[in-house]
């Protein structure tokens, strides 16, 4: 019995965001696998943003990759517009600027772009095209996160990690992705 699937996936999203249990990006990130194994297109994209940034699990582009493929082409928009970011970039695939703009171009969620967008910018630089402009993304992170309806009492408190490689980060630590599921 391999357990419901959306049950280990809504725990996981509880452990990677702290809402009502200690935060555990390790256990969360153990959770989303169980439920991908089961197809859950929600868990896939965010094991693969687990291991894109390397929460609770090492980073590992390439196995990010994997996991956005799968929720991408099940339509999963936070997939589509991270993958559009691997294939921009050439992290964890190659360089492919014709899937990046297709992928980009098939986002219809004003948010996902918004994270393609912060996402790229963050993790830009020599030799991927991309201007790496951090202020900027953590601009953009801050609007999504400010914008977001949960109650400021349920908001992420460990997520944070993502951006703690970022030095420019340190006022910014309240933006964390992704956004108690919703990214």
Known sequence: ?????????NLGIHYITGRGTATDCTKAASLFRDAALQHSTEAEFHLGHCFWHGLGTPQDHAKAAKMLK??????????????????????GTTRDL?????LTARLTDARAQQYHEAVCLMEGGPGTGVRRDVPRALRILRCLYDDDDIHPSSRPRSTNALLAAHPEADTLRCCALPLCGRL
């Open 98 to 102: 014709g899937k990046a703009r297709y």
């Open 1 to 9: 019995d391999q357990g419901n699937s959306c049950s280990q996936f």
């Open 70 to 91: 799968k929720a991408a082409k099940k339509g999963n928009e936070q997939a589509m517009a991270l993958m559009a970011c691997a294939y921009k970039l050439g992290k």
